[in-house]
């Protein structure tokens, strides 16, 4: 079981907290616990929680982890909660300097958690919500059976990323009130224009005004779909709609809870790994290091920067960029003179001594997400100096390669890898469709397909909480395809989009 | 000390075994596996159990990456790992999953699914080990098994009942009638000798692929009689025209040519029978895999005659699997079926192809000899 901190431990951390509000960060009281491997294992099974509802995952994810570190390949630094207080883990066997940079990190990310505004409607007692959560769910294993609960909790898991990622921060649907009100106003008819006034009786009999009226009605009626605009929040829909036991609803809105709680994670994974990194090679260089563990250091925060040409570093794209912010902002690289200057040679030397960088990156940790922050921030120089390309797949050559290293197209691939977090966006669309009550979700294709295999095993998890046929409209090599599936068999047809 | 995620880690394990359960036809027939035999576990790959979700084909998503390299140029293989743009590390994809799981784990599933009996064993049940078990607790003992608790409560109670406790100043002192032992029992473990002897035919009619077919049999064989008998011996042996004993690895290897002659093999089989194995406390499988290809009918009678007179009496089955060959005649199996096919130790198994060696399996062992 996790332990408090030894007496060096303790001090250690009362200095790097020292030096990290020296800096300005802000954070809720952060709880260290130092744990074996093995349980730092579980709690990385378990999404960074001490305590989840039963469930094979976790045991599958703890299997990978503990080879992983067995053999060697991987081994888990650092694992911090957004909770208040903060709770984050240090590895009992870990090195005094690794457990400095550790802590480093933590602070970064636990002031990240606290001021960045997509955190701000997490629930900060998540970890008692946890708790809770694994409590009623194990209640429903007691009462209906394991098999039934993990076989639901597996549909429930596989619809998971069909939120609406930002209907926490915005309103989708309109008052109520509001609408009911339009909807009188356009009750009313007018009929034909009277030019005196004394006419209107004539031109406008009451048996006319009354059968247009009835017209605009059974219009309305008739568009009237439902849902009336296509939702998003394609959990949220099922649970007011599908026919669900009680259990199963307790146990999707649970899962759908978690998914919310975890959303904002996914959003600012570069921010905030970036943001992290920044703090603790801040703190660590200019502070806490001692001169016979510069060697170690930098071995393990350049083992953490490290690139593949394959796949993009989240925490290396971060911190260069908060870099590269703080560094305009310090020089005054920015506005319409800066953007207007194609002068190299002026704009290599521009330096303008406005030192607003540091000012600068607290604001954007404070007020931006991960699409945001590359789509504001990233500039072309970064894209060359940090050699960023874009890669696909060659199907003659049957390999990966470098397709293009244009920064347009660079920004403009990494900015659709990050929308709806890197999810296609699926929106339920008809939940009455060819009046058969069957439901009818639509992908909102933007430029890449879905993978077939997963979409009709997905798509077979629908309709058993649906308990009708249910459909998805999507587009495969360019044409329109609707898959469908009936409760026992796939079929799919070729629609016009 | 026991973790909550033990629990998850069960049932993610019992997932797995019932995957490798229900692909257990198509892992008989691969060799892959083989090779990646630790001690006691193997490695076998499963399809990654994953819960399916709404997402993109990663082939058309493509992505960004960073370093150096002109454009057109190849990205090392491995270098993109599916599921990157979301989160890192998370290890989505077509991954398969290598779980290990031990060989007694595998040999039960194996029994489960191809319906085999125990092995019903012959000779007397040897005693070949003692083990400690502890069982309970004694008033006398030495000190280096003392129950510090028992002692501490038993002690406790009688200060209690005394009237000496005083519990401003909770001073237990034990006396020797107090003092608790862990005792123990010798617990001895019948065990019981098995060997397989192997017999090869390493003709030149025999090829590659048919020796794969054996090999992959006998690691099932192995897997299955080492679950049923602890300490199992194994004895390879291979002929041509002469017979000779070696090793496993130039068992699977040795590749010769020239004539077939079986009986030269039933001989040395007979021989090492005699000198090593007394029947009368060793339960004995001789396995024989051939092309059914023999010298002469000649041989085969006197193979046969061997078979009755000093195999069959002294072991627990005999086993021939005749593997197909463009070059055999495959008459072999057809004259032990005539002249000792009614026999019930005597199993005969044809083995057209890989896909045959499941049902094989099952005609060797399903008969709980």
């Known amino acids: 079981m996790p332990r408090g901190l030894t007496p060096q431990l303790s001090d250690l951390k ?75 883990y240090l590895m009992e066997s870990n090195a005094e300097v690794d457990q400095k940079l550790v802590m480093a990190h933590v602070y970064g990310h636990a002031d990240f958690f606290k001021n960045n505004f997509y955190f701000q409607h997490t629930n900060r007692r998540m970890i008692d919500e946890m708790a809770n959560h694994a409590t009623r769910i194990r209640r429903w294993v007691d009462k209906v059976g394991i098999e039934k609960v993990e076989d639901f909790i597996d549909r429930g898991l596989s619809l998971e990323n069909l939120i609406d990622y930002h209907s926490p921060y915005i ?20 009929g034909f224009r009277v030019g005196r006034e004394y006419m209107r009786g004539f031109v406008n009999p009451t048996e006319f005004l009354e059968q247009q009226r009835k017209k605009v009605l059974d219009e309305k009626q008739r568009k009237k779909q439902f849902p009336e605009r296509p939702q998003r929040d394609v959990l949220l829909f099922l649970l007011e709609h599908a026919p669900l036991e009680p259990w199963e609803f307790d146990i999707l809105a649970t899962l759908r809870e978690e ?23 801040k703190i660590m260089t200019q502070k ?133 977090f890197g999810n296609p966006i699926i929106e339920v669309v008809d939940a009455n469709f060819d009046n058969r009550g069957e439901l009818l979700l639509a992908h ?41 599936f009936d409760g026992q068999s796939h079929s799919e047809k070729k629609v016009e989009l | 000390m026991s973790l909550k995620i033990h629990q998850d880690h069960g049932r993610f394990k019992q997932i797995v075994r019932g995957k490798i359960k229900a692909n257990l036809r198509r892992y008989v027939q691969k060799g892959e596996m083989l090779g990646k035999r630790g001690k006691d576990t193997i490695s076998i790959p499963i399809p990654f159990i994953d819960i399916p979700h709404f997402k993109y084909g990663h082939r058309e998503q493509g ?51 191809l319906l085999l009996p125990n092995i019903e064993r012959r000779g007397k049940e040897q005693v070949v080990a003692q083990r400690i078990k502890y069982t309970g607790v004694h008033t006398t003992g030495p000190e280096s098994l003392r129950h510090f608790k028992r002692t501490y409560k038993q002690a406790l109670r009688r200060q209690i ?80 025209a002469v017979a000779r004993e070696v090793d496993r690895d130039t068992f699977f290897h040795t590749r010769e040519s020239g004539g077939t002659m079986i009986s030269s093999a039933y001989k040395l089989c007979k021989d090492i029978i005699q000198a090593d194995y007394p029947s009368a406390s060793w339960n004995i499988y001789p396995f024989h895999f051939s092309d059914g290809d023999n010298w002469s009918a000649d041989d085969t009678r006197h193979c046969v005659e061997m078979l009755k007179a000093d195999i069959l009496p002294h072991v627990n089955q005999f086993a ?50």
């Open chain 1, 171 to 190: 309103r989708r649907n309109p008052d109520p009130r509001r609408a009911e009100e339009e909807d009188k106003s356009n009750e009313r008819v007018e």
């Open chain 2, 320 to 369: 021939y699997g005749q593997v197909e060959s463009p070059y055999g005649s495959g008459q072999f199996i057809k004259d032990l079926r005539e002249s000792v096919g009614e026999l019930d130790n005597v199993a005969l198994s044809e083995i057209a192809d890989k896909d045959a060696i499941y049902q094989s399996i099952k005609d060797f062992l399903g008969r709980g000899k």
């Open chain 2, 161 to 240: 009942a005394l009237g000496t406790y005083d519990p401003a100043r909770p001073v237990i002192v034990p006396t020797r009638e107090d003092r608790r032992y862990r005792s123990y029992r010798l617990q001895q473990l019948p065990e019981t000798n098995a060997v397989i002897l192997y017999m090869m035919d390493v003709s030149g009619s025999m090829g590659d692929e048919q020796k794969e077919i054996v090999r992959i049999e006998s690691f099932w064989l192995d897997t299955w009689l080492r679950h049923q008998y602890k300490g199992l011996q194994c004895r390879y042996l291979i002929h041509d």
């Open chain 1, 288 to 420: 806490a290091l001692k001169d016979e563990e510069v060697v170690d250091y930098a071995d393990h925060h350049s083992g953490t920067m490290g690139t593949r040409p394959g796949a993009l570093n989240p925490y290396k794209l971060g911190i260069e960029l908060f870099r590269d912010i703080e560094e305009r902002w310090d020089k005054g690289r920015f506005g319409k003179e800066w953007d207007e200057c194609d002068d190299l040679r002026a704009r290599r030397a521009w330096d303008r001594k406005l030192g607003l960088g540091r000012e600068k990156i607290f604001e954007v940790r404070k007020h931006y997400n991960d699409v945001t922050f590359i789509d504001t921030f990233l500039t072309a120089e970064f894209a060359l100096e940090q050699k960023l390309f874009v890669y696909g797949f060659n199907d003659k050559r049957n390999s990966w390669e470098i397709l293009d290293r244009e920064f347009r197209k660079v920004k403009s691939k990494l900015l659709t890898q990050l929308t709806n």
């Open chain 1, 444 to 484: 909102k294709h933007d430029g890449q397909d879905l993978k077939q295999d997963y979409a009709r095993e997905t798509l077979k998890n629908v309709a058993t909480l649906w308990h009708r046929p249910v459909n998805l409209v999507t587009r495969v090599e360019g044409k329109g395809l609707a898959l469908r």
């Open chain 1, 259 to 281: 998914a919310y709680y975890f959303a904002p994670q996914g959003q600012t994974k570069i921010m905030n790994e970036g943001w992290a990194s920044y703090w603790h090679s």
């Open chain 2, 63 to 113: 992505g960004v990456g960073q370093g150096e390299g002109d454009v057109g140029q190849q990205l090392s293989p491995g270098a993109v790992q599916p599921g990157d743009g979301q989160q890192a590390g998370q290890g989505e994809g077509e991954h398969a999953l290598e779980v290990d799981v031990s060989l007694d784990e595998l040999a039960t599933i194996l029994g489960e699914e």
């Open chain 1, 14 to 88: 009362e200095t790097i907290e020292g030096y990290a509000r020296g800096y300005g960060l802000d954070f809720f009281e952060t709880i260290f616990e130092l744990v074996t491997y093995d349980e730092l294992n579980m709690v990385a099974a378990y999404g960074g929680f001490p305590n989840r509802y039963p469930h094979w995952r976790w045991g599958m994810e703890y299997e990978q982890l503990s080879k992983g570190y067995e053999y060697g390949l991987s081994k888990i630094y650092e694992l911090v909660i957004n909770n208040d207080p903060t709770y984050a």
